[in-house]
């Protein structure tokens, strides 16, 4: 397991140094977009759970810490009890001293997909004020924001979870923060 992050690590770092994009900018002079665009240059078909689940041009600030092992098993207990996951995988990432991660989930098939996403999103009860989901749109799909609270410091405070479909595939993005435009931000640089 480690072998493979030190691997990928270091191929990625190669990529970045064969491309030149290690400076920030375009060739031409101009600042280049921080958020990854790979959902409109790599076919989501071809790709794994654990594809999905590393970010290759991340936002200034965020940093890859690692994939742990992520069984089928965990997914079905955590989130939704599905006899079609194929596939898990998940990614921990940092940013400004606050603790991410990304969860993609593989089913059968798309629907399989859209299917998961509203069983898991049924499975909460509505805030007794308040809104618990909220729609969004980022990287040409709509995707559900959860609102959840934590204690924290014997108080209660927010927290929220990105979630969506893409193809076959499901997203999960989520951290221990009170700001949800940094999920968002992290949810977009997955580019899909």
Not at 45 to 59: C, F, G, H, K, V
Not at 64 to 90: C, F, H, K, M, W
Request: with cysteine.
């Amino acid at each position: 397991m480690v072998n493979k992050l030190v691997l990928v690590s270091a191929l990625i770092i190669m990529m970045l140094f064969v491309s030149g994009c290690t400076d920030g900018q375009n060739p031409d002079g101009g600042q280049e977009n921080n958020v990854t665009d790979v959902g409109e240059n790599t076919d989501i078909a071809e790709m794994s759970a654990e594809d999905l689940t590393t970010i290759d041009n991340l936002p200034e600030g965020y940093e890859y810490l690692g994939a742990p092992t992520l069984t089928v098993e965990e997914v079905q207990r955590e989130y939704v009890n599905s006899s079609g996951i194929t596939d898990a995988s998940e990614g921990f990432y940092k940013a400004d001293s606050v603790d991410l991660y990304i969860d993609v989930i593989e089913l059968e098939s798309p629907e399989m997909a859209e299917e998961f996403v509203s069983e898991y999103r049924s499975g909460f009860k509505e805030l007794a004020s308040g809104t618990r989901f909220t729609e969004e749109s980022f990287n040409g799909h709509s995707a559900v924001r959860i609102k959840t609270y934590s204690t924290v410091g014997g108080e209660q405070v927010p927290r929220y979870t990105y979630i969506w479909s893409n193809d076959r595939f499901v997203f999960v993005v989520g951290g221990a923060t009170e700001d949800y435009t940094m999920l968002r931000t992290h949810a977009e640089a997955t580019g899909y």
